[in-house]
């Protein structure tokens, strides 16, 4: 029973996590966030990918439904939207925009905010604040009891994904992708598809060369780094209750490499070289996944068109 409390409450944390999952296969994700394709082609048929903006407004359509579907059940909910339109862009291994790299570096600081909002979640505090029958029919409520169905699938590279469906968070998913189980399977296929041609494209020729130009170009800069990771890296060194002034410093020092990182790839042409060659890999898995591919592509448009009429879109 312990476990699954803990379970519970990282359901609830998760449930409501301040930024969007965004789903994505672009070359600009091989880092921790992702860029997009604007088409992905999936056999004969082209499908049209959501933007991060657009990915976001199903996010927050999924926790307006979870917070009505709670309230209905007697229970209070808070939907956690703590950052902005351009806070919760994707930042990706290629990252090309000097506006934002000039505002906001690589993200450490969007990351610390992120990271205080996980901590203030108002929703395990009220959760740890039930009495221990009241804390079971919330749980129960969010994420369904014993005898909620239990949804399994393979991932592309092997091994078995479970995820129990049930309560306020099944029902907000129908809502929005109808059957539930043709969700889980199709999200955890095209979700987990990048490590099936990552280590190719980080290896191809034409690939490898622009990212060769792009340290030849940070090394003229000033910043010594052999590949858009390791630049990323260098700045990630925040020393925990480091004091304002030296919290000031490390952002100034990673803003610096950011902005030179974004010139230099836009100065080589890395983004576009990392984009086609992508979809050569994404070309060679398109017999065995293209309609998983297809798939998602219409379910996440019409979990967009459901959206629309939930939430309006982040500022």
Not at 227 to 247: I, L, V
Request: aromatic share 6%; proline share 3%; net charge positive.
């Amino acid at each position: 029973m312990q476990r699954d409390d803990v379970r519970r409450r990282a359901r609830v944390l998760a449930t409501m996590g301040t930024v969007a999952a965004v789903v994505s296969l672009a070359l600009t994700g091989c880092a921790q966030h992702t860029g997009r394709f604007d088409r992905a082609r999936t056999g004969d048929a082209t499908v049209p990918r959501l933007d991060y903006a657009e990915e976001l407004r199903i996010s927050d359509a999924e926790q307006r439904l979870v917070t009505r579907c709670m309230t209905g059940h007697g229970f209070r909910f808070w939907e956690q939207r703590g950052l902005s339109l351009e806070e919760s862009r994707p930042v990706g291994y290629v990252q090309d925009d000097i506006g934002w790299a000039r505002a906001h570096g690589y993200g450490s600081r969007i990351m610390a905010k992120e990271d205080r909002a996980r901590l203030r979640n108002p929703n395990l505090a009220y959760r740890n604040s039930l009495s221990a029958h009241r804390r079971s029919a919330y749980d129960t409520a969010l994420d369904g009891d014993r005898s909620a169905p239990v949804l399994r699938t393979r991932e592309p590279g092997g091994g078995t994904v479970r995820k129990q469906s049930g309560g306020c968070t099944a029902e907000a998913e129908k809502k929005l992708y109808g059957d539930p189980a043709t969700w889980f399977r199709t999200d955890t296929t095209v979700s987990n598809l990048r490590p099936l041609y990552v280590g190719k494209l980080l290896r191809d020729k034409e690939f490898s060369g622009a990212v060769r130009d792009w340290s030849r170009c940070m090394r003229r800069a000033g910043h010594p780094f052999a590949d858009p990771d390791a630049a990323r890296r260098a700045t990630r060194n925040h020393a925990a209750g480091q004091s304002g002034a030296a919290e000031a410093r490390t952002f100034a020092a990673e803003v610096t490499i950011a902005v030179a990182d974004a010139r230099c790839v836009g100065a080589v042409s890395l983004k576009s070289v990392g984009e086609r060659r992508e979809a050569h890999y994404m070309g060679e898995l398109t017999d065995t996944y293209g309609p998983a591919l297809s798939r998602y592509g219409r379910l996440r448009q019409a979990a967009l068109t459901r959206a629309e009429r939930i939430v309006p879109a982040r500022a």
